[in-house]
C-alpha cells in the first residue's frame, strides 16, 4: 500500500524544505518588522487605504501580533501564496504523466485507477503537513523571541483550519489535471481559477446584491485573523471545505475512470 | 483459455478510426508479432489492451480478464510486463530509484539477472540517459517482476544494433522459460528473426494473420542491379519477379521466386553492383495483402492541390 504515495512524496522532499525554508524567512522578516512598526498610528493607515483592500487583505487589528500575522502572513501566504501553489502542484499531478506519457506505465501497475489517483493526491500532504508543522512552530518561537505573546492554540487552529481549505484547492487542481491533457494547462487553469475566487470573494463581498457569489469561494470559508486575534472560526466552514473536498475528488475519479489516455 | 483473446475490437477517436473491428489471439508461451507501418493502429491495440483507451466496439480479455472492467483487470496485471513505445520516467530520479518503485509496486525478483544482461547506467538519473539506455531500462522493468506476458510497444526503438540482437536473443531465451510475448515493430526482419506468429495491421485493419514460414516464403526480397548490358528485358520471363522499377544505371524489383533461378540469370550478365535487401513493409503489404491503392497515394493527392 501507498508504493506511489511514498515514490511521488520522495519526489516532493527538496520542494518542500525549500518552500518551508522560503516561508520561514519570511515570517522572520514579519516578525522582526512588526518590532520595528510599533508605534505607528493605525488609525491613521486605515483611514488612508481603500475599504476593499481592507476587506480583501483582511487588515485589521494591525496593532496585535495576531492581527498583524494574519494580514501580513496568513492571509497573504497561506490562504492565496499556498492556495495556488497546491492547485498548481495538483494541477500538474495527472495532466503531467499523461502528457509526458509517464501515465502508461503506471495504469499498467496492478493498481487501480481510483487507487493511483488517491495516492498521487496523498503526496501533497507532505509540502500540507511540513509547511503548516514547521512554520507554525518557526512562527511560534519568533514570537516569544520578540517578547509578545500568542495563545499558542490561536496558532494550531490557524494552521489546523487551513488544511481543509488547502486540501480544496488541491481537490480543484486534481479535478482539472484529470480533464486535460497538458501540465501547463492544468496548472495554469488551477491557479487562474483559485485567483479569480479569491477576488470574487474579496471584491463581491461588500455589495450586498451578489453577496451571494462570495459563497462559491473557498476562501469565504477559512478566514485566520479572527482565529489569531481571538480564537473565533465557524466549524460549519470547515464542514463545508471537507464536503467540498470530498464531492471534487468525486467527480475526479469519475473523470479519470472514464477518460482515455 | 487465449493468452490474448480480440474480437472484433474497434477504436474510433472520432475524427480517425485507430483500429477497425481486429480480430486474433495469442496463445500461451509464443512469440506474436504485431507489425505494421506507422500510424497503422499497433499502438492503439496495444494501449486498448492494456485498458488505457476503451474500445468503442467489440471486446478483448488479456489473461482472462475483460480490459474494460478496471477493477477485475487488476490481478491479471499483475502478470502483465508492459514496456510503452514512449516511457517518460521521471526526469530528475535515477535508475534504481525508477526500478525500485516499480518493484516495490510489482515485485522484482529477476531484477539482477536482467541488469546484466541490459545495462542502463541505473545510479544516474534519467536526464542523462541516451534513448537506448532509456529502452534498457523500460525492458528491466517489463520483465523484472517474472510476468506470464509482457507487451511490448517497439522494443528495440533506439537500441543499438549489438543490444538488439542481444534482445532478440532474451525474447527467444523467453519463451522457452514459457513467457508469452507479444509485441508490436514496423521492421519485418526483426519480427521474422524471433515470432512464431504474425498479425499484420494497415490502416487500422488486420490484413493478415500468418505463423513466420508463411511469411518468409510471401515476403520476397528487394534486388537493386547495375548491369552494364540489359538486365530488364530479361526479367519478365522469370518467376517472382514483380514491381520492375528501371533507373538510369539500374534496375529495381522484388523476387519472391528461387533464389538459385536468380542468381543463375544474373550470372548471365555482367553486374556491377547488386544489393539484395528486406523490401520496405509498406511493399510487402502491397504486394501480399493490398488492395488496390497504398496508403501513401491518396495523401500525394492531396498535397498535390
Sequence with gaps: MFETTRYEASRRVRGTAILTIAISLYAAFIVWYFTVLEGVDYEAVFESMPPAMIEAFGIEALATIGGFLGTQIYNFVWLLGLGLYFAYAAGGLIAGDIEHERMDLLLSFPVSRSRLLVEKTLSLLLPLVTLNVVVGAVIYVLVQAIGESIDPMYLVLAHALSIPYLLVCIAIGVVLSVLVDRAAIAERAAIGLIFVLFLVESVVGGASEFEWIQYISPTYYYDPTPILIDGSYELLDTGVLLVAFVVLLLISQVLFQRRDI | ?305
Design chain 2, 1 to 305: 483459455m487465449a493468452t490474448i483473446e480480440v474480437t472484433d475490437l474497434t477504436k474510433d477517436y472520432g475524427s480517425v478510426l485507430g483500429v477497425d473491428s481486429v480480430s486474433f489471439t495469442v496463445e500461451r508461451g509464443e512469440i506474436f508479432g504485431f507489425l505494421g507501418p506507422n500510424g497503422a493502429g499497433k499502438t492503439t491495440t496495444i494501449r486498448t489492451l492494456l485498458g488505457l483507451l476503451a474500445p468503442t466496439a467489440g471486446t478483448a480479455t488479456v489473461l482472462g480478464a475483460d480490459v474494460r472492467d478496471d477493477g477485475a483487470f487488476i490481478d491479471a496485471k499483475q502478470r502483465i510486463g508492459y514496456l510503452p513505445a514512449q516511457l517518460g520516467f521521471n526526469e530528475e530520479v535515477t535508475g534504481e530509484q525508477v526500478l525500485d518503485y516499480h518493484a516495490s509496486v510489482k515485485g522484482d525478483r529477476r531484477r539482477d539477472e536482467l541488469l546484466e544482461i541490459f545495462t542502463p547506467p541505473v545510479e544516474r538519473p534519467i536526464r542523462e540517459y541516451s534513448t537506448g539506455n532509456e529502452r534498457m531500462l523500460g525492458i528491466v522493468q517489463a520483465f523484472m517482476h517474472d510476468p506470464e506476458l509482457v507487451i511490448m510497444d517497439e522494443p528495440t526503438a533506439g537500441l543499438d544494433p549489438l543490444k538488439q540482437e542481444e534482445f532478440n536473443e532474451f525474447v527467444r531465451s523467453e519463451r522457452e522459460r514459457g513467457t508469452t510475448i507479444f509485441f508490436s515493430s514496423h521492421v519485418l526482419s526483426e519480427v521474422r528473426r524471433v515470432c512464431d506468429r504474425v498479425g499484420i495491421l494497415r490502416d487500422g485493419e488486420l490484413v493478415g494473420l500468418e505463423d513466420i514460414e508463411t511469411l518468409l516464403d510471401q515476403g520476397g526480397k528487394r534486388v537493386q542491379v547495375e548491369t552494364t548490358d540489359d538486365l530488364e528485358s530479361a526479367l519478365p520471363a522469370l518467376d517472382g519477379v514483380v514491381d520492375v522499377n528501371s533507373f538510369a544505371d539500374g534496375v529495381q524489383f522484388i523476387y519472391t521466386g528461387d533464389y538459385n533461378t536468380l542468381l543463375r540469370e544474373l550470372a548471365a550478365h555482367d553486374v556491377r553492383e547488386i544489393e539484395i535487401s528486406e523490401p520496405p513493409l509498406e511493399d510487402v503489404f502491397m504486394h501480399y495483402y493490398g488492395d488496390g491503392e497504398p496508403a501513401q497515394s491518396g495523401q500525394e493527392v492531396e498535397s498535390n492541390v
